[in-house]
């Protein structure tokens, strides 16, 4: 290539280059010319050995945060955190709160997994009205369907925003229900009540819908909150059902790809003080490789110990090591359960020792047996 050097067989290897060398590449203190390729600098490598994934905290840190934090501490403990969202977004709420750290005390309507929702939502607290692409309802207690209607006037919850000293936001789906005569996309599934069948179209939403809907919800908060970081993240948890013609398993796949695709479209683009929280690839990516269960006994929600690991890094990532402190001490003060789950691996490696040590000893008692008779 113009203007490259062309290394001499005396250039040497730094380690970080070794570890993406092929296993039949020479791994002396010297490499070849066919060696000292551009695609071999400065990579990043999946985390091979198994003995990385015993230390989650340190694998969380070291092999999936990189490229995703932000350069310094971003809060204080007055900061309020708005959430919104599923999964990680209400958990870091619930830890926030926990540890009497301020975090968004408005009421939210619940289970907005969905961009639509999420978008209709901001756009109402921001501009006074939804998208014309939403449909919201809400269940009463007694089980009555009715359009939602917000508990608090519009103003509150746009003082809220303003205000706000960062923003969690949560994505969970991409298949949506739609009102093909309006458009709308409902923010949960559709009632029983109300469904038609033949207005009432189950579809997966594309990228480019999830993307569009993602940037618009970043425009309108920094339209009335230029400072606050915004932070986007992918819910680990599965469907739980889908009405398309496969398997639910191989439909999540596809929903959380559409979803994950779009959060990087989203974030190539480089939005000011927005960053992406890699909670889902520490659930899905490396949980198949811990040696204990990621996820509790309904196969679907994160083990709590993980989902401590993720808040706790997130604390320390944005609040700072002192104030991390601080949340794990209140945390412990309030029961909060942060034990590292038994590691399978290590159980077994022991009970093969012993195992092995029994088998040694039942060789070595026959012939003590001839010693002892021997001397009788």
Not at 75 to 103: I, K
Not at 188 to 217: A, K, M, W, Y
Request: aromatic residues 10%; charged residues 25%; glycine residues 6%.
């Amino acid at each position: 290539m113009l203007g490259m050097r062309r290394p001499s067989a005396t250039d040497s290897v730094d380690r970080g280059q070794l570890g993406a060398l092929s296993p039949h590449e020479p791994t002396s203190g010297h490499r070849s010319w066919a060696m000292h390729r551009w695609h071999k600098e400065k990579v990043q490598l999946f985390p091979k050995p198994f003995s990385l994934y015993d230390d989650v905290p340190r694998l969380f840190r070291d092999h999936i945060l990189p490229g995703h934090l932000p350069p310094r501490p971003l809060l204080t403990e007055r900061d309020t955190v708005v959430t919104l969202g599923s999964c990680f977004a209400l958990e870091l709420r619930q830890v926030l709160e926990l540890a009497r750290f301020a975090s968004g005390s408005f009421w939210i309507p619940s289970g907005l997994n969905n961009s639509f929702a999420i978008l209709d939502f901001v756009s109402w607290c921001i501009a006074g009205e939804g998208t014309s692409g939403a449909y919201r309802y809400e269940r009463s207690s007694d089980g009555e369907i009715k359009e939602w209607l917000p508990e608090e006037e519009r103003q509150r919850y746009l003082a809220h925003i303003v205000e706000a000293g960062a923003f969690v936001f949560t994505l969970g789906l991409a298949e949506v229900w739609t009102d093909s005569e309006t458009g709308g996309v409902f923010w949960r599934g559709v009632p029983e009540d109300i469904f038609e069948e033949g207005r009432h179209v189950f579809r997966l939403s594309s990228v480019e819908e999830n993307e569009r809907n993602i940037v618009e919800t970043i425009r309108l908060i920094r339209s009335v909150n230029r400072d606050a970081p915004i932070v986007l993240t992918l819910s680990p948890v599965p469907l739980e059902a889908t009405f398309r013609d496969i398997s639910c398993m191989t439909a999540d796949c596809v929903s959380k790809s559409v979803l994950r695709v779009a959060l990087d479209r989203v974030m190539s683009d480089g939005p000011e003080n927005t960053y992406y929280w890699p909670s889902f690839e520490l659930v899905k990516w490396a949980g198949s490789a811990f040696d204990w269960r990621a996820w509790e006994g309904d196969a679907r929600h994160a083990r709590r110990y993980l989902v401590y690991c993720i808040v706790d890094a997130f604390v320390e990532a944005f609040y700072g090591p002192k104030l991390a402190a601080t949340v794990r001490e209140r945390l412990r003060d309030s029961g909060w359960s942060t034990s590292e789950p038994h590691r399978l691996r290590r159980g077994l490696t022991e009970s093969r020792r012993y195992s092995l040590a029994l088998a040694a000893r039942a060789q070595r008692a026959p012939a003590r047996m001839r010693r002892l008779a021997s001397r009788g």
